[in-house]
């Protein structure tokens, strides 16, 4: 009796609920304890509902522990035994097998109070240290620390191949009120499969995989994957380090947006998707070519639907399986970084999926998303929407942020959707949405969310910025917080892209109809920090591709398509192109298919490539077309309101230099088509879309134009122009002494122009 007292120190009940798999402390009874006696030792007990034996092995002896419970709880008294003290349990079945293993409850907490009251705070910024699945060394022994929020549960269990997925063995214990689980596994190494079995609080059992996994299977597999996160050996340091004295606003940024999984395809195997290694070189390698200085990546973080595009997130800390390992993708950063290119991640904060193996209904509530359908759902995606005003969740998506800068070396992040979440009545009819406290429709925890998120990205990681994709005239979307503003460093300008897209997709005759469709852009140019996309938004879903937009027979379409570009390339902004755009093809972009690479074949697409190629490296090179994007003294009307013959021209400026611009938007030679020009100098053409290495028709200047003593424009002098049919020429002043005195005097000049 004396040494069953010994064995049996738990309260009944609490013995009870663990064996029914509703406690939250198992550690209090499982694992080694000292022994309530006058007699020095220390009592170790052991549960496996289907042992029918179970030895301890220590240093000193093995033990043939006692089964103090029919349902499968052990225990043995080791007399004069201290803690801590290393012992390994083998249990022993009916059928005669065995499963040998170290205990898991014989570990101290891996997380400290500071953590899980930084968790509740919501400001916990390396959240990704902490939750989810850690290989570290606890007591000289090397396992893995696991971590997961759910505080409804009432019991949450690791399983995996290494307990036979079964979740009465590995039940983990609550940090204090945090809702935060925890267990430490010894002998457990990286490459471990893994999810969490939760039970709820209405007794439903529910399998899950780690909201802060690293790796997770490819689909349609859906277990994680315990990783390090620390075994790769970077070698951008010399990029990281330049990367935080550089003024991004007055540096030139060409950016190439991809999808990875179709951006080729092995033509031996086209249903299979390259490797992060093989992009890393063959991606890499034509980004540098062509002469962009970012790539943006639709979003990698792991997703279920290759339909979706990787805008619907299952692991948001686990790049995409589909094309390698997190190291693998770690080496295809440092590829871009070492070829001297920038990474932008495309990021969703917005909404999550409904697949019932990650967020949706984590522990039995609605934990991550709203509970209430007028907040809880967007309907145009099916997707939920994540609950900005609970405090973990807040947490849980800025450390996310941070996780991609930190851990891999991301330069942006590309913010998708940002409308949908500052609007409460986003796509959603009267009595369908809730008002804020003051009666607005604006979603203020959301914006304060987004506030938060941009100053801890420009605080914590200098040279890293941030894109939103926001679709509204929201005001301050790239002002700081202190302004009222969101805190973004740029903004998609959606208007110029479906304004510009729009003008160009009419016939040349009626363009005249619509000129202030094209200039209308420039009335806000500068209210705010923009990018000028041309994404894959536009070449999907029955839009077309950029070619096919363009109106007239075919020499006409590769006509409006380098003007398009060339426009697009002088006008204020930061620029962005969608993959395939050097390709030209006819057919819209497929997820399912990779680029058409034989297309350059064509004579008139390899013309194409020769000009783009051209373009991105006249824009890199001249200061003029990027030093002064969000400075109104970077650009100047020479005239804007010349709608019945469809020309604009401008002067783009930097510090010391500038350039003039001219664009005629019809397929009609215009002779001898005056322009004011500020300098009485000779200037000359250093691009013209119309040229025969372009596929052309050749028609120009000569290459040099001579200034002549002609008011025109507001200006002393002009300029004489033969501008192509559907071209565009970027004119340069020969021996030019522009300066800043000079720029604010043309500035002055605009009153009198447009």
């Known amino acids: 009796m004396e040494t069953e007292n010994l064995l049996i120190q738990p309260k009944t009940q609490d013995i009870e609920r663990l064996l029914n798999g509703e406690f939250s402390n198992p550690h209090a009874i499982l694992g080694a304890h000292p022994l309530k006696h006058p007699a020095q030792g220390v009592v170790v007990r052991a549960f496996h509902p289907d042992a029918v034996q179970v030895d301890l092995q220590s240093d000193r002896a093995t033990v043939r522990m006692t089964r103090i419970h029919p349902g499968g709880l052990f225990a043995a008294a080791l007399m004069n035994e201290t803690l801590p003290f290393d012992y390994r349990l083998t249990f022993t079945f009916s059928n005669g097998e065995t499963w040998e293993r170290r205990d898991p409850y014989a570990y101290l907490p891996t997380l400290g109070d500071m953590d899980v009251y930084l968790l509740g705070e919501g400001s916990h910024r390396r959240l990704y240290q902490r939750l989810g699945a850690h290989p570290c060394v606890q007591n000289g022994r090397k396992g893995v620390a696991f971590a997961v929020w759910a505080p409804a549960a009432k019991r949450v269990s690791i399983i995996g191949e290494f307990n036979g997925w079964d979740g009465r063995l590995y039940p983990m214990r609550t940090i204090g009120s945090s809702g935060v689980w925890e267990l430490f596994v010894p002998d457990m190494d990286a490459g471990i499969l893994y999810k969490y079995e939760i039970k709820t609080a209405d007794g439903h059992i529910r399998v899950k995989t780690d909201p802060c996994a690293f790796a997770m299977e490819a689909p349609p597999k859906t277990a994680s994957i315990v990783w390090d996160m620390e075994r790769y050996q970077w070698h951008d340091s010399e990029w990281l380090k330049t990367r935080q004295s550089k003024d991004l606003r007055r540096s030139p940024m060409a950016i190439y947006e991809v999808h990875l999984g179709s951006w080729l395809r092995p033509a031996q195997s086209p249903t299979r998707w390259l490797t992060y290694r093989d992009l890393a070189d063959k991606l890499v390698k034509h980004v540098r070519e062509l002469g962009f200085t970012h790539i943006e990546l639709l979003p990698i973080a792991e997703h279920p639907f290759d ?136 979603n203020l925890e959301a914006i304060e969310f987004l506030q938060l998120m941009n100053e801890a990205v420009y605080a914590q990681f200098p040279g890293c910025f941030t894109i939103a994709e926001e679709s509204t005239d929201y005001a301050g979307v790239t002002s700081p917080k202190y302004h009222g503003g969101l805190g973004f460093g740029f903004k998609w300008n959606m208007g110029w892209m479906h304004d510009t897209l729009q003008y160009f997709s009419k016939d040349p005759v009626h363009r005249k109809y619509h000129h202030n469709t094209l200039t209308f852009s420039m009335l806000y140019a500068y209210s705010e920090n923009f990018v000028l996309p041309l994404s894959h938004d536009e070449v999907v879903h029955g839009k077309g591709s950029l070619l096919r937009k363009m109106p007239g027979d075919r020499w006409q379409q590769f006509a409006n398509l380098r003007l398009l570009l060339a426009y697009m390339f002088t006008h204020p902004g930061k620029k962005l192109l969608f993959m395939g755009t050097e390709l030209a093809p006819d057919y819209e972009w497929s997820h399912d298919f990779g680029l058409d690479w034989d297309l350059p074949k064509d004579p008139l697409r390899q013309q194409f490539q020769f000009f783009l190629r051209d373009l991105l490296a006249l824009y890199r090179s001249e200061p003029t077309l990027w030093e002064r994007d969000h400075d109104p003294r970077g650009f100047l009307w020479i005239t804007c309101d010349d709608s019945a013959q469809s020309v604009v021209s401008y002067i783009r400026s930097s510090d010391t230099s500038y350039l003039v611009c001219a664009c005629n938007f019809t397929p009609v030679v215009r002779y001898d088509y005056h322009i004011g020009v500020p300098e009485a100098r000779a200037y000359k053409e250093i691009l013209n879309t119309d040229s025969d290495l372009y596929g052309g028709g050749n028609v120009g200047n000569w290459g040099i134009l001579n200034a002549v003593p002609q008011p025109f424009h507001g200006f002393a002098q002009s300029l004489s122009l033969t501008l192509p049919p559907l071209g565009c020429l970027i004119l340069e002043p020969i021996d030019q002494s522009f300066d800043n005195q000079r720029t604010e005097k043309i500035q002055k000049q605009q009153l009198n122009l447009c």
């Open 307 to 442: 339909g979706s595009w990787g805008y619907q997130v299952t692991g948001y800390f686990a790049p995409t399986a589909r094309f390698g390992t997190p190291d693998d993708f770690k080496y295809f950063v440092d590829q871009c970084h070492q070829n001297e290119i920038g990474v932008i991640l495309d990021w969703v904060p917005a909404h999550f999926p409904k697949d019932d193996y990650s967020l949706r209904w984590f522990d039995g509530t609605a934990l991550y998303e709203h509970f209430d359908p007028r907040q809880a759902e967007h309907k145009d995606w099916g997707t939920l929407i994540f609950n900005l005003g609970r405090n973990e969740v807040r947490n849980f998506l800025l450390a996310n942020a941070l996780f991609w800068l930190d851990q891999y070396h991301i330069d942006a992040l590309r913010v998708d959707a940002v409308a949908s979440m500052i609007y409460l009545d986003y796509s959603r009819n009267d009595g369908e949405w809730i008002p804020n406290r003051y009666g607005g429709k604006e």
